[in-house]
Structures are given as structure tokens and as C-alpha cells.
């Protein structure tokens, strides 16, 4: 999902946490920032708050995997004569 905004950027995701809507933005030059806007200045206060305090992110293994590098076969030697042999 893809959102063009002429003033900030591109919407790159959303989601709405604590009452409050998120987009990740993406701006012309590259860069990525968060922008959210909240029902009232209670959920916004405790939505920044997480911020303030600490926050952790994990990548769940289960969920996302590297792409395996493609396996090679095997280099078989050439036993067939060389053309000047009989």
C-alpha cells in the first residue's frame, strides 16, 4: 500500500496503535519517519510515552527468512579423449 502525499512524501504503511493512526512516510530525498495523529491528547501523551521510555524490536526468525543462496551442482571432470587422442 502506497500513498502519494504531495507535502511529506509517500505513505509506505499504516497501522493505528493506542488510538492512534501511524503511517511510516517516506520523503523524496530517501528518508523515512513515522507521523501519527491521535483521537484526543491523552492517547497521544501515552502513545509518546513508549517512545520516551524504551523501545524493542525483534526480528521473529519464524516469520521472515533469508533467502537461501542457490546451490551449485556438483563440477563433473570431462573424461571424454582429448580430440588429437584416438
Known sequence: MTEERADKGKVVSSFTILKCKTDLIETPDGKRHFESECMDKQA???FS?????????????????EPEPPVEPPVVPDTRLNPTES
Open 49 to 65: 510515552s513508549f517512545f520516551e521510555e524504551e523501545a524493542v524490536l525483534r526480528v521473529n526468525p519464524k516469520a521472515i527468512l
Open 44 to 46: 497521544r501523551d501515552y
